[in-house]
């Protein structure tokens, strides 16, 4: 097992709460840090007591943890290609109570393809490489460039792994930025349907810089433009609704029109909200990771 100090000195590590602090996450200092993003990933993906989920890139943990504290009976496995990163995730999920049914495994998804099991999960997760090769100035560090830049050749690899390891009506649900829409929609026909995509307004009469996909696999119900969420009332305070997702844990329902027996509790509608809910003061010591 590979040593925390191996990658991460205690100093290069820091703590941080998620989920008003009812989760408590180690992540690198610099570098691939989780936040707003990963709840509001984690939130979306309609999961049950029961179900089966597989999170691709899971870096130290957090939209996985965020999901197991949504739906503690689910069983959740992450994959993740940088060892140092995926140990920090093993002992997040231990530390926070979840190692019984949270798992990690180490590895990059084009070695682990041929050997993973098919057909086995409900649903998957992934925050993939967003940042266009070619586009963007890319950064220095190897693990930073892998994180963060991709080739459309990258993104085809992540969804045919998440159709590999997905069931039949299994889900697909993507964080993804809103200028590179195109590429993720052109890479998701023949493999899933019933495709919504969920904008997340920064605040009301303002663009979307990221948006949540979701899609299911074999489903056959037509694409769907959703009236997304504002974050953001007046100042930098959360809106209630956002709020509600950030602090409370609550899920996020895109309403994606697939056909679901049951719904998870505690659901978002995704209904616009204006008015603004301040977050609880953080404890003295800790940060509360929900920047956005």
């Known amino acids: ?33 989780a936040g707003a993003d990963a709840v509001f990933l984690a939130a979306a993906a309609p999961a049950r007591a029961g179900e089966r989920l597989v999170e691709l890139g899971s870096g130290s943990g957090a939209a996985m943890l965020c999901l197991a504290a949504r739906v503690p ?66 950064p220095t560090e190897a693990k930073r460039r892998r994180a963060r830049v991709a080739t459309d050749r990258d993104l085809d690899l992540w969804l045919r792994f998440a159709a590999h390891a997905l069931k039949p009506r299994g889900s ?11 590429a993720l929609l052109a890479g998701l026909p023949g493999r899933f349907g019933g495709i919504s995509v969920f904008p997340l307004w920064p605040r009301a009469g303002r663009a979307a810089k990221l948006v949540i996909v979701q899609g299911w696999k074999g489903a056959r119900a037509p694409f769907r433009l959703m009236p997304g969420l504002v974050l953001h009332g007046e100042g930098t305070a959360y809106t209630a609704a956002a709020t509600a997702i950030l602090r409370d844990g609550a899920a996020l329902d895109i309403e994606s029109g697939a056909d679901r027996k049951s719904k998870p509790p505690r659901q978002m509608t995704g ?22």
């Open 271 to 292: 209904k616009a909200e204006s008015l603004a809910t301040p977050i609880a003061p953080v404890p003295p010591g800790r940060r509360l990771a929900t920047s956005f």
């Open 172 to 182: 697909l649900t993507v964080i993804w930025r809103a200028e590179r829409l195109p």
């Open 73 to 138: 009976e689910a069983e959740v496995l992450g994959i993740e290609i940088e060892p140092e990163l995926a140990e920090l995730a093993r002992r997040n999920a231990a530390k926070n109570g979840f190692a019984a049914t949270v798992s990690v495994q180490t590895g990059d998804i084009a070695d682990l393809f041929a050997d993973f099991p098919q057909a086995s999960f409900n649903h998957v997760l992934a925050n993939p490489p967003f940042f266009e090769a070619g586009r963007v100035a890319p």
């Open 1 to 33: 097992m590979p040593r925390l100090d191996a990658g991460h000195a205690p100093e290069a590590v820091t703590e941080d709460l998620f989920l008003g602090g009812r989760l408590r996450l180690s992540q690198p200092r610099t570098g691939a840090r």
